[in-house]
């Protein structure tokens, strides 16, 4: 391909990257996708993912009589990261969520649904939109099927490699395939949608240290690309001490205990049957404690009515099918299947209902408790402490831009989801549940806007007023392929 022909916008990374994608063909603008890996519908993030995406003041919210709005949730975001986080991210994706999970539902035909049945910590109001089955490689399917409907190519596996920076309007991508040949793709702008470093354990090892010793749960894919390209042309970069974790992957097995088995009712203990710490402060943060425990062992415990609840995980169910669940009708019959002193285990459990009926303050300062103590028939998972995702990236503005080290944009390039700064602060602490998969699909959103803004402005230099037809959704000009 010449440059003068290739896309309008070319989108590196088929994960959120997808949601731009498509916002950008229906906006008008020829989109190519390029995709490193061939299998990435079942391997990237957010197929990993439990397809939970916050829409603050959805009209699916108003439909179960919950009040929200983007201020409400940037109140959370800035509780959850102690107020220090990138503000213009922030109020970028937490004004474009309801018009986002709106747009899947009524435009891309996702089956949106509204999660009304569990708190996921540091949300005040349920406001996590998903697909039925909550699984991210459910809704990245739907997403990818959509993509193949629209007739939008997709190029995989095909690296990004490098991005030279845009001359007379024009971005030059190079393009690296398995074979070590590459390609040079001329087009109108690049969308960096490659996720973050957190397969790179030398930059773990140099930028969170603390959770390098844990099992990464990711893409193989996320090697740090768009933070190499985007640096090679001047971006800045931020938070790149941000991360998730997780204390809730399921030993052995590699599938995700949903935390819901915590936010219900379920406890975590270490290798002496011991709590140590209030497990509704976030799994995110939870993974660092684990880390920190004897062997890094730890198991969650709960009971059946929390067993049957989580059973419309998917991921549960898989953990379930892969025999990562135990269960006894004894806490001692429990204790034995975990590996924990079956007396300490005992005791624990004691203390909790102690507290759970009003008897005593829970010694962590948990407060979330169920209304009932936790009774047999028992369940059990060994989990390990995971790293997940990073959340640290490219500066970018309100449009999705790049931005470079001044705060001006640097033409032609885009960051989206993991590749751009996110919106969890430092650490993994201000990771809220839903922050990866907006910042994914909701700045990639953002960025086929700009991008379609941006080409309709270079398409009709004079200002528009030559048949560019509004889109009646956004009021955004429809954009003319060059
Ligand atoms: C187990 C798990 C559960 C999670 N659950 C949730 C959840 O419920 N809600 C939530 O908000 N977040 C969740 N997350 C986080 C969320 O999945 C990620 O934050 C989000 O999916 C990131 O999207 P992305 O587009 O940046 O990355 P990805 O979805 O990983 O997409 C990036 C794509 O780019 C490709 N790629 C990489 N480098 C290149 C390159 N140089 N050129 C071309 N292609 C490239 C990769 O192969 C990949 O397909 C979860 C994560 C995990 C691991």
Redesign the pocket.
């Known amino acids: 391909m010449k440059p003068d022909e290739g896309p309008d916008l070319l989108v ?6 997808l949601a731009g994608a498509l916002r950008a063909h229906g906006l008008g603008l020829s989109v190519l996708v ?4 061939a299998a ?1 519908r079942r391997s ?3 197929s ?6 916050p829409g603050p003041g959805s009209r699916f919210q108003r439909e179960a009589g919950l009040t929200d709005s983007p201020e409400t949730f940037l109140a959370d975001v800035r509780r959850k990261t102690h107020d220090d986080v990138d503000e213009v991210v922030a109020t970028t994706v937490a004004g474009v969520g309801a018009r986002l999970v709106e747009w899947l539902a009524d435009d891309i035909g996702l089956p949106i649904e509204l999660v009304t049945d569990f708190d996921y910590p540091g949300h005040s109001v349920h406001r996590c939109h998903t697909v039925p089955g909550r699984s ?1 490689a459910s809704m990245l399917g739907m997403l990818a099927d959509a993509v193949e409907q629209a007739g939008i190519d997709v190029l995989a596996p095909a ?3 490098d991005v030279a920076p845009a001359v007379d309007g024009v971005t030059v991508a190079t393009l690296e395939y398995p074979d070590g040949s590459t390609e040079q793709i001329g087009c109108g702008a690049v969308l960096l ?3 973050g470093y957190g397969a790179d354990q030398e930059l773990v090892q140099r930028h969170i240290p603390e959770i390098a010793g844990a099992v990464y ?3 193989e ?3 740090g ?1 768009a933070l190499r390209i985007g640096e090679r042309l001047g971006a800045a970069t931020g938070y790149l001490d941000g991360y ?1 974790g997780h204390g809730g992957l399921t030993a052995g097995t590699g599938t ?1 205990t949903t935390w819901a088995t915590v936010m219900l009712g379920g406890v975590v203990v270490n290798r002496d049957g011991e709590r140590f710490a209030d497990e509704t402060q976030g799994y995110s943060e939870f993974a660092r404690l684990e880390l920190g425990q004897p062997d890094a062992f730890a198991a969650v415990v709960f009971d059946e009515r929390i067993h049957l609840a989580c059973s419309v995980f998917e991921d549960y169910r898989q953990t379930q099918l892969m025999n990562g669940l135990r269960s006894a009708d004894t806490l001692a019959g429990l204790a034995e299947q975990l590996g924990v002193p079956a007396g300490s285990l005992t005791a624990t459990l004691e203390q909790v209902a102690t507290v759970v009926t009003g008897g005593a303050a829970d010694p962590h300062g948990r407060t979330g408790w169920p209304a009932a103590p936790l009774q047999g028939p028992w369940y059990g998972v060994r989990v390990q402490p995971a790293l ?2 990073t959340q640290g990236g490219l500066r970018v503005d309100d449009g999705a831009r790049v931005l470079d080290g001044a705060g001006a944009p640097i033409p032609g390039l885009y960051a ?4 751009a700064v996110g919106i969890s602060g430092h650490g993994p602490a201000g990771y809220l ?6 910042t ?1 699909l909701g700045l990639s959103f953002v960025a086929a806007e700009t991008a379609a803004q941006a080409a309709a402005v270079v398409a009709d230099p004079a200002g528009g007023a030559t048949g560019v037809t509004p889109d009646v959704t956004s009021g955004l000009p429809l954009a003319r392929s060059r």
């Open positions: 590196a990374g088929a994960g959120g990257g390029v995709e490193a890996g990435f990237n993030n957010t990993m993912s439990t397809a939970m995406i991210g690296r990004l490699v949608a490659t996720n749960h990711g893409s894919h996320s090697r690309d998730q995700l997940f995702h989206a989801g993991g590749a549940a839903g922050n990866g998969l907006l994914a």
